[in-house]
Antibody, heavy 117, light 106 residues
Framework: QLQLQESGPGLVRPSETLSLTCTIS????????WSWIRQPAGKGLEWVGR???????IYNPSLKSRVTVSVDTSQNRFTLKLSSVTAADTAVYYC???????????WGQGTLVTVSS | EIVLTQSPDFQSVTPKEKVTITCRAS??????LHWYQQKPDQSPKLLIK???QSISGVPSRFSGSGSGTDFTLTINGLEAEDAAMYYC????????FGGGTKVEIK
């Protein structure tokens, strides 16, 4: 059964870079689109960025200048880096899978990242 | 960027009642509109894909309709376990979500 697991520091200092990894088990990272989605406490879902099977990456325009998504197919995982973080970046971060143009059919459990000094 | 506007923001409903949630897109998304349910401390769960297509394992009381810019999620005969947040999502151009609708059981 496919499982997605987010991992990374739960606390990041303001102005530093948030780094998260999503590890896929029970399936291959190839042939699918992989996204990061975040959700501040008590608020809605915000899509952050996505990498395609061919390596094409697209970002939320509001975050584009600070976000980097990359993939390591040999390790069956992909990563998120968000630079110059502020308290507004505090959120639960999810990784999720889709086939192009389709909905997200698998989600990780989410990981809380708090930006605080 | 396509903006999705959900209404209402909040709905308090008696069990067995019908629930209707709407999602309006700022421009046409065709049928690339999907619905999710999210319960507290859980990841979102896909309920309906491509506006009206059912998902295996999702109760038949959940249904969707619409195309273009106006979409509806209907819960026919609300059950206590349906208390949750509901989000629409479009995959037509970039990816965006609606602001969510909280459904509470009276």
């Amino acid at each position: 059964q496919l499982q997605l697991q987010e991992s990374g520091p739960g606390l990041v200092r303001p102005s530093e870079t948030l780094s998260l990894t999503c590890t896929i088990s029970g399936g291959s990272i190839s042939n699918y689109y992989w996204s990061w989605i975040r959700q501040p406490a008590g608020k809605g879902l915000e899509w952050v960025g996505r990498i395609s099977p061919s390596g094409i990456i697209i970002y939320n325009p509001s975050l584009k200048s600070r976000v980097t998504v990359s993939v390591d197919t040999s390790q069956n995982r992909f990563t998120l880096k968000l630079s110059s973080v502020t308290a507004a970046d505090t959120a639960v971060y999810y990784c999720a899978r889709q086939v192009s143009g389709t909905p997200f059919d698998s989600w990780g459990q989410g990981t809380l990242v708090t930006v605080s000094s | 960027e396509i903006v999705l506007t959900q209404s209402p923001d909040f709905q308090s409903v008696t069990p067995k009642e019908k629930v209707t949630i709407t999602c309006r897109a700022s421009q046409s998304v065709g049928s690339s509109l999907h619905w999710y349910q999210q319960k507290p401390d859980q990841s979102p769960k896909l309920l309906i894909k491509f506006a009206s297509q059912s998902i295996s394992g999702v109760p038949s009381r959940f249904s969707g309709s619409g195309s273009g810019t106006d979409f509806t999620l209907t819960i026919n005969g609300l059950e206590a376990e349906d208390a949750a947040m509901y989000y629409c999502h479009q995959s037509s151009s970039l990816l965006t979500f609606g602001g969510g609708t909280k459904v509470e059981i009276k």
